[in-house]
């Protein structure tokens, strides 16, 4: 049976690597990047969460969910290894395909 419940995490996943792809963006000429302090602790979150294993058939719609999800948590774990706090932002040096993927999600 699939938990449906993760697809409605995964969309709100989605929503915040949307949100790390507009500030990367915005500062498109850089790979380093600041955070809100909301949006790193969201990812550090994704990072460390445990999902089900098993995968039951997907939707397009879903894989793509899931996808997005997947690349939040890699941001996650970025952040937790080598992320810096100043102030209420967090100063990343975020990899170039990690960043690409949060910039392709915020369009």
Do not use: C, F, N
């Amino acid at each position: 049976m699939v938990d449906h419940e993760q697809y409605v995490r995964y969309g709100e996943d989605s929503k915040v690597l949307a949100a790390i792809g507009r500030q990367v963006d915005i500062q498109v000429d850089r790979v380093s990047v600041r955070l809100p302090r909301a949006v790193a602790e969201a990812a550090v979150a994704a990072w460390d969460r445990e999902e089900s294993s098993g995968q039951a058939p997907e939707t397009h719609e879903q894989y793509l969910l899931r996808d997005k999800a997947a690349e939040l948590a890699l941001i996650g774990l970025e952040i937790s290894q080598r992320g810096r706090w100043e102030g209420e932002e967090l100063l990343i040096d975020l990899d170039i395909t990690s960043a690409g993927a949060a910039v392709r999600a915020s369009q």
